[in-house]
């Protein structure tokens, strides 16, 4: 999966990144600059991540953030279902596992990946 979220760690300031978790390497989130970048601005592994969907009152709609000890990361999604695309997603890979890849919308979501995620490795 793959596509444009609002990033925000600790207190700086709200930014617009790309993200992507790659068929092949579901357990992690890469955030780039840009589409075209290949070299991603930071790696979460996703694995053991707790998923907080509600937003906080200084947050944007349609935000969530991914905590685990001191860590949290937040993010925001252009709309309420494309959040719930990505937190289903997350869900899978914080516990783990591998995301079931039988719809409309993964066979979307892989092609755009493998045009993005390709240079990542």
Request: aromatic content about 8%; some cysteine.
């Amino acid at each position: 999966m793959c596509g444009f979220l609002q990033y925000c760690e600790k207190n700086k300031p709200w930014q617009k990144v790309w993200c992507v978790i790659p068929e092949k390497e579901c357990l992690v989130l890469y955030l780039y600059g840009a589409p075209q970048d290949v070299k991603a601005q930071c790696t979460i592994p996703l694995l053991g991540y707790s998923v907080e969907d509600a937003p906080r009152p200084t947050d944007p709609p349609a935000s969530f953030r991914l905590s685990q000890s001191k860590s949290s990361h937040s993010f925001a999604a252009e709309s309420e279902d494309l959040k719930q695309r990505w937190l289903k997603v997350i869900r899978v890979a914080v516990k783990g596992e591998m995301p079931q890849l039988n719809g409309s919308d993964a066979t979307t979501d892989n092609n755009n990946m493998q045009d993005a995620g390709t240079e990542s490795t």
